[in-house]
C-alpha cells in the first residue's frame, strides 16, 4: 500500500494554526497595529463570553461610549434564562453613567438586548 502524502508528514489542525499566526505576526507592521482591526460602535455583543467577563466588559463599553460622546447604546446577551442579562443589568444598575435601561424592541433584539441610555452626551439614534 503506498501512501496518498508521499513521504509528507500531514500536519495537524494546531499545527497550521500556529504557522498561520507566526506568518500574520512576521507580515504585520507599524501601520497595521496602528489603525485596528475593529469599529467601535454603539453595539455590544456579549455571545460567546462566560458572566463573570460581562461586568468589566460593560465599565469599558461605558467609557468608550462616553469618549466618542454616545447616548444610546445596545448590549445583546441572549434570550433564553439569560445569565448574561442579569449580568448586565446587574453592571447598569450599579454604573453612575446610566440614567435608564429597557428591553430592546423586537426589531432591535426584543428581549435578548437591553438598550441603555447613558446621562448627558450626544443623542445619537
Not at 19 to 29: I, K, M
Amino acid at each position: 500500500m503506498q501512501w496518498p502524502f508521499r513521504g509528507k508528514k500531514k500536519r495537524t489542525e494546531k499545527e497550521k494554526l500556529k504557522e498561520s499566526a507566526e506568518e500574520r505576526e512576521q507580515n504585520t507592521s507599524a501601520e497595521d497595529l496602528a489603525s485596528p482591526p475593529y469599529m467601535v460602535t454603539d453595539t455590544l455583543d456579549l455571545h460567546g463570553f462566560f458572566p463573570q467577563q460581562v461586568p468589566p466588559m460593560i465599565r469599558d463599553f461605558i467609557d468608550n461610549a462616553r469618549s466618542l460622546k454616545l447616548r444610546r447604546l445596545r448590549i445583546v446577551h441572549g434570550k433564553g434564562k439569560s445569565r448574561l442579562k442579569w449580568e448586565v443589568r446587574q453592571a447598569l444598575q450599579t454604573s453612575p453613567d446610566v440614567e435608564s435601561f429597557a428591553d430592546a424592541p423586537p426589531e432591535s433584539g426584543g428581549w435578548g438586548a437591553t438598550l441603555v441610555l447613558l446621562k448627558g452626551g450626544r443623542d445619537e439614534s
